[in-house]
């Protein structure tokens, strides 16, 4: 039986860690992570899914290209948005960008400046935001923590009561509770 239980252990541990592990590696060779909220990138870019950019360069952004931007506009919802670029058109020596997300009818309002633009996609990956959101809610804590914690601490129960018996005095103590009970 231990051996299933230990199974048992790992395989949540392993099960809990490796969205983790996936959401932070990139992280840490300078990618940064966005999870989308919307359903206005759909179906190139699902809602829950993670989207990973690297600083873009202004100059050799163009249409077509995702980007994570702060809109303007407060019309939009978020306080990060993750469209795609329509247009450009350059202004006082400025580029601005036209944005709209592939679900949705009309463009973005206005024209996002290149202060606001936070990253340029890498690659995305889908669902895993979601995954990740749910790990962090109280229930699924608790039964990561709890679900381990129990397994770990009944093995070692039985390993401690297994050396016990082990033990002479403890044996003859034993039996003479089994045959008290009789």
Known sequence: MKLHTDKIAWTVLVLVTTPFIIYLVPQLLGVEAYTVTSGSMKPQIPEGAVVYTETPDIEQLAQGDVIVFT?????????????????TKTENYSRFFKTKGDANPEPDPGWTP?????GKKIFTIPHLGTIIQTAQTLPVIAATVAIPATILLKNQI???????????QNQERIYRIQTEEK
């Open 71 to 87: 809109p303007e506009n407060r019309e939009i919802q978020g306080e990060r948005v993750v469209h795609r670029i329509i247009d």
């Open 114 to 118: 290149p202060p606001n633009i936070q």
């Open 158 to 168: 039985n390993k401690l009561l297994r050396e016990l018996e082990k033990t002479p």
